[in-house]
């Protein structure tokens, strides 16, 4: 017999170990109260010995912790159940926007442990430079971490415009960025992170996928399926079918900004005419509301819409009801394509949606077919304004999560 085969047995037992500690850990993160050894042997189908050793592995790489136990009537001592880690691995999520910076630590119960968001309008600013200052950021947050007793185990970062497998922008026609090597011009600066094996050091998605993702694994939990439609300076869309993301065949799904609501209308950055960007992006209902935005800030901008909005002014009014129509009319597209029954504003949207839903549902009950029987819920996302910077520290966490291996054999 081959004398490979002592390896090939080790590697079994190994890849067994890591498929264990994966499936228990999983289980953890999933219940909804903290399980104990015992129910995690029921719901796994693992021996209550090897779901015990498992489980001081995770306590030992700080993964898990036991959670104070609940007061029980009756003799016994109560089982002590286990709950996710609020020290040991956490994921840096970033954000470089057209108007901010945005960078935050979440740790393995999805608990924000640090954010940062520095406004500043970007467009003049060289994507090096640009990035050079999110690292500078990202500093800062590495050290609050570590002070929190926690290590950043990958980052995320998110950018409006499309990325290619590589991690290169090829389009961010908002910023002024293409083709755009974003991990080569980190590279140059110190680690944003540790190098954990399973982790990728950076991921770099784009920001209205990342925010659907942070929708997504909110907590409660929301709906399976949804559309969840960012609206900033350009207009980005996440597409959440059945529990995933649908990214498309090169990742470059969900550009909702530029779906022609006027065929033959006001020129477009992307070369485009009357694209739904030029009729309800944050710069185009400002100008409608009669604001100057050079003069506003991106936060204030919405807020001061919101507040005149309030107050009844006709020009704000008459602009978000003309951006929620042009917004419908491209949402409604979408619902009769792919059959959806729940869209989430976020973004800058979410402060604006009382005033953006009611044109957006009347559009949707006028051109979707099934909107007669089966209704179509709109309403504004919960995470606020950093819900990509939320969900790309989240989409890292995720990564441990599902391969926790990785964390525990850093060292080695
Ligand atoms: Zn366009």
New binding site residues.
Partial sequence: MSPTHAPAGAARQGSLRELNLALVLGRIAAADRPPSRADLATATGLTRATVSAVVEDLLAGQLVSEADPAPRAGAGRPARGLVLADTGPAGLGLEVNVDYLTVCVVDLAGQVRHRTVHRADLRPVAPEDALARLVDLAGHARADAARQGLTLAGAALAVPGLIDDSGQVRLA?NLGWRDVPVPELLSAHPALTDQVPGVPALMVDNEANLAALGELHSRPPGPASFLHISGEVGIGAGIVLDGALFRGVRGWSG?I??F?VHPQGRP???????????YAGQEAIVTAAGLVRAELPADTATARLAELAEAGDPDALRALHDAGTALGVAVASVVNLLDLDTVVLGGGYAPLAPWLCPPVLAEIGARVLTAAWSPVSVRPSTLGPEAAAVGAAGSVVRRIVARPAGWLGRAG
Avoid: D
């Fill in positions: 026609p550009e900004g530029h022609p477009c950055r992307c070369g485009g005419r009357g694209c739904l960007e030029q």
